[in-house]
């Protein structure tokens, strides 16, 4: 079995910051990518950011240079930090995590991330 357990999201006003963070614990070997998703109320579910195992990342041209995605590998932790935040930032946000060994991929339960305007 594989956890991830999610924490850091809450209520902030526009402009403000959040960070966030996944810990990935269980029958996990070899984490490849570490990811952020989101999805709005009636939205489909989007990358945010995204995090390769050597440092390499990839984010969402609507979050460039606002968030910032980090990793711990030695603890299995992806870390997002949320700045500048607007409203349209609002939404559950999912860590996902790749594990090569396993060749499966794993979801957090999500976190509400609410930004008022």
């Known amino acids: 079995q594989v956890q991830l357990v999610e924490s850091g999201g809450g209520l902030v006003q526009a402009g403000g910051s959040l960070g966030l963070s996944c810990a990935a614990s269980?029958?996990?070997?070899?984490?490849?990518?570490m990811g952020w998703y989101r999805q709005a109320p009636g939205k489909q579910r989007e990358l945010v950011a995204q995090i390769t195992n050597i440092g390499s990342t990839n984010y969402a041209d609507s979050v460039k240079g606002r968030f910032t995605i980090s990793r711990d590998n030695a603890k299995n932790t992806v870390y997002l930090q949320m700045n500048s935040l607007k409203p349209e930032d609002t939404a559950v946000y999912y860590c996902?995590?790749?594990?090569?060994?396993?060749?499966?991929?794993?979801w957090g339960q999500g976190t509400q991330v609410t930004v008022s305007s």
């Open positions: 996902y995590v790749y594990d090569t060994y396993n060749r499966a991929g794993y």
């Open positions: 269980g029958r996990i070997f070899s984490i490849s990518v």
